[in-house]
């Protein structure tokens, strides 16, 4: 079993950075497709960034051209840099991912949600 785990939340001003960051909990074969999403308050989840196993990429209208979604295979970590920040950004922020990976001699892939960062961007 696997579990994401989130870091890198937090208050910041608007126009400030983040970089959050979704590691796995243990080692892993391939992160696969995988996104960021985020829910603000009173609202729905809704992606934010995605990354295909093939390396394209997808942003909502909101964030394109302040966010980047990113993956590093070796640290089983995906990030997502976060510029330009605004007070609408204000939102917990969830990262999933497929990931395949080895337990007892066989090869799995499954779909993983980390726990949530909540970010609050001040204006």
């Known amino acids: 079993q696997v579990q994401l785990v989130e870091s890198g939340g937090g208050l910041v001003q608007a126009g400030g950075s983040l970089r959050l960051s979704c590691a796995a909990s243990?080692?892993?074969?391939?992160?696969?497709?995988m996104g960021w999403y985020r829910q603000p308050p009173g609202k729905q989840r809704e992606v934010v960034a995605a990354l295909t196993s093939g390396g394209s990429t997808n942003y909502a209208d909101s964030v394109k051209g302040r966010f980047t979604i990113s993956r590093d295979n070796a640290k089983s970590t995906v990030y997502l840099q976060m510029h330009s920040l605004k007070p609408e950004d204000t939102a917990v922020y969830f990262c999933?991912?497929?990931?395949?990976?080895?337990?007892?001699?066989?090869?799995?892939?499954?779909?993983?949600w980390g726990q949530g960062t909540q970010v609050t961007v001040s204006s």
């Open positions: 243990r080692s892993i074969f391939r992160i696969n497709a």
């Open positions: 999933n991912a497929d990931l395949t990976y080895w337990s007892g001699g066989s090869r799995y892939t499954d779909n993983y």
